[in-house]
């Protein structure tokens, strides 16, 4: 294991890296104490522990729609997470999907739940490196990246894997955090760094520049921040009543642990700060005049 890969496993799985139990155990409990059987499951069950992104299901079917994809689409989903954009474009769009993480248990959540929600068939997933993935040129239609990129350090590297893996003409999907105009400090921690130094952020400038470099022609683009924020206040509202009586179903704080109330609320400040923005975007995987 990396150190980089290293870091982000202490990151998204806290409390095991302090000795506790896995996150695939906190999981399979939390569901059961909710009256679940972990091996039997609907995505409106899981969405909270499956739609780590702003936005949620809603942001998904949305850039989902941008990339016009049709019924037996190869996507590869890449930082996947707990597997919710892949199997929400399975279970939707008809997609065959990939997903693929950096992070283990992050990968075999992703597996356990498309078992349980019945969207095995449709959904493979893979621990590696977004940068070297052991994956055949072409394979894909689409490569789909939700807040992932703000965790990767070498994008230029990462582009040029996702050009090698997509087929000619194919579509790059992005919803992304990127840098605001506000040059003050990011409030730490966040929902993907609780340092700086592990926090990769470009300003969108910067990251169209990459993309065009690496051979991605935009299709459409837009900031979604203003949508991004409303959600994210709803959900510090949602996060700050009092939990209703009875079994309650598993929630992000089961993955970051104590901190995720302190990083919800900082990743709230940043966006209405405009010290981070969000972006949505198609790009197209260009043919330079070298391609064959």
């Not at 949620?56 to 079917?61: E, K, L, M, V, Y």
């Not at 991605?216 to 979604?224: G, I, L, R």
């Not at 990743?267 to 070298?290: H, T, W």
Request: contains cysteine; glycine residues 10%.
């Amino acid at each position: 294991m990396t150190d980089h890969a290293r870091q982000l496993d202490a990151h998204y799985d806290a409390p095991a890296e302090r000795g506790g139990p896995s996150l695939t155990v906190r999981l399979r409990s939390a569901f059961r104490e909710a009256g679940c059987d972990p091996d039997r499951l609907t995505l409106d069950e899981v969405a909270g522990i499956d739609q780590l992104h702003l936005g949620g299901r809603r942001a998904s079917r949305s850039l989902a729609a941008l990339g016009r994809l049709a019924p037996g689409s190869r996507v590869l989903d890449v930082g996947c997470g707990t597997g919710g954009a892949s199997r929400l474009l399975a279970a939707e769009f008809g997609a065959e999907v990939t997903g693929l993480d950096i992070t283990a248990a992050f990968v075999e959540v992703a597996g356990w739940l498309s078992r349980a929600t019945g969207l095995d068939g449709r959904t493979r997933f893979l621990c590696a490196d977004a940068a070297r993935a052991p994956l055949a040129d072409g394979a894909f239609d689409a490569v789909w990246c939700q807040h992932a990129l703000m965790n990767m350090p070498d994008i230029a590297a990462v582009l040029a894997e996702w050009r090698r893996l997509l087929v000619p003409g194919g579509t790059l999907l992005l919803h992304e955090v990127v840098a605001g105009d506000d040059p003050s400090p990011l409030r730490l921690p966040v929902p993907w760094a609780r340092r700086v130094e592990t926090s990769h952020l470009r300003s969108r400038h910067v990251l169209e520049g990459l993309l065009a470099e690496g051979g991605f022609a935009p299709v459409a683009v837009q900031d979604v921040t203003e949508s991004a924020l409303a959600w994210r206040r709803k959900h510090s509202r949602r996060e700050g009543d009092l939990a209703p009586p009875g079994p309650v179903l598993p929630g992000p704080g089961l993955i970051f642990g104590e901190a995720f109330a302190e990083m919800a609320r900082n990743l709230r400040d940043n966006l209405a700060a405009d010290r981070v923005r969000i972006l949505e975007g198609a790009f197209r995987k260009s043919r330079p005049s070298s391609d064959s």
